[in-house]
């Protein structure tokens, strides 16, 4: 499998086609709580099986827990419990029922990682026996930057139709470039929108539309195909989304138009000490926005 580099990417899209990013009136959408983690659960990412379950990775808590929407008064099993300090981040299907997941060794509230300590696991979720489905798969070998801060440049990335869309958390970015199968850049990188602040993930609905969630402002937002940006849920003075990470669109004919986002649900002292992180799961009904 080819690779690319994505810093000449963020940098070009910097500097590309700026979208005027215009901002439109908020609308407030009904949160579902699907499930409320206890605390010191961060759910950083998902990924939803065809069956409608919703695997999520607690970056936290070194496991992957198993999410059923439809039993919300169940609490989640783990199928997946790794070492101490392995830090479990993002999930993403290759091919039904199979994921693969990426993780590193350190301390996540601190972002403290060990070089020399990056791994994708591959999980076979069609194997029957649960504690087998998780495998090593790649090994990576980087020494890290010496004096680099710590930065959030890339984060979210999808792909789709021959377009890899990303955002860029540091700048505030939702960008696109064109690539080819082998993940070749096949022309210049362009700013959807520049007012996606704190930015963290996205998930592209069927109409072109980005749901967007904006960490560290407890925000979701969405970014029409030509850049309009509209407040969805939450708010820098609301709790109703604590810290919102990742989102994913359910599967199925019933649940195509289901939003979930997981959070974090990280709140901090003044010092800067983590004080809790009793992570959720949310829906919201996108159908008729």
Same mark, same amino acid.
């Given at each position: 499998?080819?690779?690319?580099?994505?810093?000449?990417?963020?940098?070009?899209?910097?500097?590309?086609?700026?979208?005027?990013?215009?901002?439109?009136?908020?609308?407030?959408?009904?949160?579902?709580?699907?499930?409320?983690?206890?605390?010191?659960?961060?759910?950083?990412?998902?990924?939803?099986?065809?069956?409608?379950?919703?695997?999520?990775?607690?970056?936290?808590?070194?496991?992957?827990?198993?999410?059923?929407?439809?039993?919300?008064?169940?609490? +989640?099993?783990?199928?997946?419990?790794?070492?101490?300090?392995?830090?479990?981040?993002?999930?993403?299907?290759?091919?039904?029922?199979?994921?693969?997941?990426?993780?590193?060794?350190?301390?996540?509230?601190?972002?403290?990682?060990?070089?020399?300590?990056?791994?994708?696991?591959?999980?076979?979720?069609?194997?029957?026996?649960?504690?087998?489905?998780?495998?090593?798969?790649?090994?990576?070998?980087?020494?890290?930057?010496?004096?680099?801060? $710590?930065?959030?440049?890339?984060?979210?990335?999808?792909?789709?139709?021959?377009?890899?869309?990303?955002?860029?958390?540091?700048?505030?970015?939702?960008?696109?470039?064109?690539?080819?199968?082998?993940?070749?850049?096949?022309?210049?990188?362009?700013?959807?929108?520049?007012?996606?602040?704190?930015?963290?993930?996205?998930?592209?609905?069927?109409?072109?539309?980005?749901?967007?969630?904006?960490?560290?402002?407890?925000?979701?937002?969405?970014?029409? +195909?030509?850049?309009?940006?509209?407040?969805?849920?939450?708010?820098?003075?609301?709790?109703?989304?604590?810290? +919102?990470?990742?989102?994913?669109?359910?599967?199925?004919?019933?649940?195509?138009?289901?939003?979930?986002?997981?959070?974090?649900?990280?709140? #901090?002292?003044?010092?800067? $000490?983590?004080?809790?992180?009793?992570? @959720? $799961? #949310?829906?919201?009904?996108? @159908?008729?926005?």
């Amino acid at each position: 499998m080819k690779s690319f580099n994505l810093f000449p990417m963020v940098i070009a899209a910097s500097i590309g086609l700026v979208s005027s990013s215009p901002i439109l009136e908020a609308r407030a959408a009904q949160l579902e709580i699907v499930h409320q983690f206890p605390n010191f659960t961060w759910i950083e990412n998902m990924a939803v099986r065809s069956n409608g379950e919703i695997l999520g990775t607690d970056i936290s808590g070194s496991q992957i827990y198993l999410v059923d929407p439809h039993r919300t008064q169940t609490d +989640p099993p783990v199928i997946a419990q790794f070492a101490n300090g392995t830090r479990i981040a993002g999930i993403v299907e290759v091919q039904e029922d199979v994921f693969y997941v990426p993780s590193v060794q350190g301390d996540v509230y601190h972002f403290k990682f060990l070089p020399n300590a990056t791994v994708v696991w591959e999980s076979d979720a069609t194997r029957k026996d649960l504690k087998s489905r998780f495998a090593k798969l790649l090994k990576f070998q980087r020494l890290p930057v010496k004096g680099a801060r $710590v930065e959030f440049g890339v984060n979210g990335v999808h792909v789709a139709n021959s377009v890899l869309y990303f955002i860029n958390t540091d700048l505030g970015v939702l960008g696109k470039v064109p690539i080819s199968v082998d993940g070749i850049l096949t022309g210049s990188p362009v700013n959807i929108s520049t007012s996606v602040p704190a930015a963290d993930d996205f998930a592209m609905d069927s109409s072109g539309n980005f749901w967007v969630t904006e960490n560290v402002r407890n925000t979701l937002v969405r970014v029409s +195909p030509d850049g309009l940006v509209q407040t969805i849920a939450g708010g820098s003075n609301s709790s109703d989304l604590f810290g +919102p990470v990742a989102a994913v669109f359910g599967r199925g004919i019933h649940h195509h138009n289901t939003l979930y986002i997981s959070t974090d649900g990280l709140s #901090v002292s003044g010092s800067g $000490v983590s004080l809790t992180t009793n992570g @959720k $799961v #949310v829906a919201i009904d996108t @159908k008729g926005w």
